[in-house]
């Protein structure tokens, strides 16, 4: 399911920062960092699995027995310990490391986990390894930058195929079901979420799609993704139900021209909180500034969404190889709301688009 890549050489990066900083061993267990050190992703469950990279030796992936068959003959990046159900795994992890003295623990592992931990190495002093995981992840290797837009353009090609859909007449749950089954069909292991809002419900950034049925007239966010290999999609559309008021199509105007703009500030040096603030600075100066209500983007990887924020107040200068969505919206409560929202990468020369489908107001029926 994850693509080959060379988990040897990003273990060896971590340990290089584990040497910067310090920090004798990592210990990793549940969410992305799993899969992006060793291909392999463990089922959130409440048997402990646990990947612990000590700074000078080689790194050791602890799991429970009935996983074993998912993890063996992953390489020669780390080795491979089995717990059985009637062992403690947070004493063999404890066994394993020794007596570090800097632990850095991922912050998606389980607290009972950790306070075991804490319990049986009083000595250690614990902090967190995402800091230094993130570091990593943040800057794509090209191949997982080719993988991010074999999932982008899977939803562009459903944004293609949008006029296929009967919108009107229909509950909103009805018609997100069908571009979930074209998410996957167009190129996904598995459609992740589709936010479909329709007519106010479009007032509400992340709307729970539900029984609303949509009718003429309704304007509608659709936002919606699918996982590839491993990497995210995430992709808003605005449609409207027949053609729209001058109202809403003046709006749609200043969110179109507001996007381009946080497209046209992305490269390498500039400050992720400039995109943001190069796209909000069209919707102020047209006057809708108190109905953006949201950051303008979020990193996108292993997780929907990861580092970097682009958001006001994140000095983080941009670098080649993050990707991110730039997605600002217009929310007029009880009227109706827009988003446009597309995957981009910082590429040498600015700007390298992943998702590229047509961005403009789409009149559906
Ligand atoms: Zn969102
Ligand atoms: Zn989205
Ligand atoms: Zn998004």
């Known amino acids: 399911m994850f693509p080959d890549f060379d988990y040897s050489a990003r273990l060896g990066r971590l340990r290089s920062l584990m040497g910067e ?21 463990a089922m959130p469950l409440e048997r402990l699995t646990m990947l612990a990279v000590p700074r000078e030796t080689d ?4 799991v429970p027995r009935l996983e074993a068959p998912r993890v ?6 780390f080795s491979t310990t089995v717990w059985g159900e009637t062992e403690d795994p947070v004493t063999i992890v404890a066994g394993i490391i020794g007596k570090p003295r800097r632990v850095a623990v991922a912050d998606p592992t389980w607290s009972v986990f950790l306070l075991g931990l804490q319990a049986a190495l009083p000595g250690a002093d614990f902090s967190s390894a995402t800091p ?3 570091e990593l992840r943040m800057r794509k290797e090209p191949d997982e930058i080719k993988w991010l837009r074999d999932a982008a353009e899977a939803t562009d090609r459903v ?5 296929e859909i009967q919108f009107s007449g229909r509950p909103e749950r009805a018609v997100a079901a069908d571009i979930a089954a074209m998410t996957v069909a167009e190129g996904h292991d598995l459609s992740t979420f589709t936010i479909l809002a329709s007519g106010p419900n479009s007032a509400s950034p992340h709307h729970e799609t539900g029984e609303r049925t949509v009718v003429g007239g309704d304007s509608i966010v659709l936002d919606f993704g699918g996982r590839s290999h491993g990497y995210h999609s995430d992709t808003t559309r605005t449609l409207h139900v027949g053609v729209p008021p001058p109202r809403f199509g003046a709006a749609f105007d200043v969110l179109a021209e507001a996007q381009s703009a946080g497209r046209a500030a992305v490269r390498p040096g500039v400050a992720a909180r400039d995109v943001d603030r190069a796209a909000r600075a069209v919707i102020a100066d047209a006057g809708y500034g108190d109905y953006f209500i949201h950051r303008t983007g979020h990193g996108i990887g292993l997780e929907g ?8 107040g994140n000095e983080l200068p941009l670098e080649t190889g993050m990707t991110f969505s730039i997605e600002p919206g217009i929310y007029l409560p009880g009227e109706f ?3 446009i929202e597309d995957i981009v990468a910082v590429a040498a020369n600015g700007i ?5 489908s047509d961005r403009g107001l789409r009149i559906v029926e």
């Open 159 to 163: 944004v293609d195929r949008l006029g």
């Open 352 to 356: 390298d688009e992943l998702n590229r």
């Open 132 to 134: 230094h995981t993130r």
């Open 337 to 339: 709301g827009m988003r």
């Open 72 to 77: 063996v003959g992953r390489g020669d990046a």
């Open 59 to 62: 790194a050791i992936l602890v």
């Open 21 to 41: 900083r310090g920090i004798d061993v990592a210990l990793l267990s549940v969410g992305a960092d799993l899969p992006y050190f060793t291909g392999y992703e």
């Open 305 to 312: 969404h990861e580092h970097p924020y682009i958001v006001e």
